[in-house]
């Protein structure tokens, strides 16, 4: 395939599921979609796919090893105390944001539920450059010596304090301080919209508002995207 045919990336969802049982008993089922890149005819499809198969093996790994002893823990408990038997959750998702352009961008987010307290939420954000098959940084979509980290905190606060003289979000009384500490590079993706800034779940609002999600429309200071076309998503 030529190099620069590859404007955009079509995928389907592979799935994956397990099941670990306590004397026969299930204590800890996990799911996971992750997107698969058809056809993977090219060297960049083939990155990326590798990639998301090793996430996910790395999810289903993760789950045996961390979750899956609280499981049978939290299973014996009941047996011993004849309480409801309890079975953890976990699933891995993905939603794609942007495919165009040459850049394709999307999300990957994972559900734990317990016995106790609110499911976790754990997002992870990429974009891809498909001239080359390698993730871009935060850093490219703006100016050297822009400033951007701080003007994208600049911005988040401005959004927390709007939402929170609306109603419409509660964060932390603290998050002047956390948000900078809380800031990770990492932590963002492409939409049609902009770009989408994202803080972990509990880290600067309580587990009610989910993971606070801040977008920055393209015209927002000096961030560079992209030209405006059709979004195209796929999920699952």
Known sequence: MARDSL????????AAEREWTVEEIPVLTASVSVPRPVPASDRVSRRIHRYYQLQCRSYLRYCERWLLPQAEAACREALTSSAPLPCFRAELRYQVT?????????????RETTVSGPALLTRRGDTWDLSGGYPVELSA????RSGWKK???SLAAE????????????YREDWRRVLPRRFNAQ???????????FFPMYAIA???????????????GTLLLPEDSEKETDQI
């Open 206 to 220: 309580p587990a009610a508002e989910g993971i606070p999600v801040f977008t920055f429309p393209r015209g927002t």
């Open 141 to 144: 979509f703006f100016p050297p």
């Open 151 to 153: 003007k994208l905190l």
């Open 98 to 110: 942007y495919n165009q352009g040459g850049l394709w961008s999307l999300y990957t987010q994972s």
């Open 7 to 14: 404007a955009e990336l079509h995928t389907e969802p592979f």
């Open 159 to 170: 959004a927390i304090q709007r939402q929170e003289r609306s109603g419409v979000s509660r």
């Open 187 to 197: 932590n963002y993706y492409l939409t049609a919209e902009g770009l989408a800034l």
